[in-house]
């Protein structure tokens, strides 16, 4: 059974920074690729950062440069290290994990940007 556990959301201000976490059990992060989306209310789920199997990443446009997207293969595990947060990033972010069919979704954890 394969299982993604987020961690790491809250509240911070504009400018400031926050580290999700996600850890995977049941299936490998380095196998077939995973990553995050994010969903903002009314808006649709937007892809944040990919991390391939191989390891390449890639990220939206209107995180570049803010965000780094990493992958412990030890520990089997994808985090977003998320720097000079805008009110614009409040969404509530999903780490995903993709399989050989089928890809793989966490609970979501909320991120808030507001002073």
């Known amino acids: 059974q394969v299982q993604l556990v987020e961690s790491g959301g809250g509240l911070v201000q504009p400018g400031g920074s926050l580290r999700l976490s996600c850890a995977a059990s049941?299936?490998?992060?380095?196998?077939?690729?995973g990553g995050w989306y994010r969903q903002a209310p009314g808006k649709e789920r937007e892809l944040v950062a990919q991390?391939?199997?191989?390891?390449?990443?890639y990220y939206s446009d209107s995180v570049k440069g803010r965000f780094t997207a990493s992958r412990d293969n030890a520990k089997n595990t994808v985090s977003l290290q998320m720097n000079s947060l805008k009110p614009e990033d409040t969404a509530v972010y999903y780490c995903?994990?993709?399989?050989?069919?089928?890809?793989?979704w966490g609970q979501g954890t909320q991120v808030t940007v507001s002073s």
């Open positions: 991390l391939t199997g191989s390891g390449h990443i």
């Open positions: 995903y994990a993709n399989g050989l069919r089928d890809r793989y």
């Open positions: 049941g299936i490998i992060f380095s196998s077939y690729g």
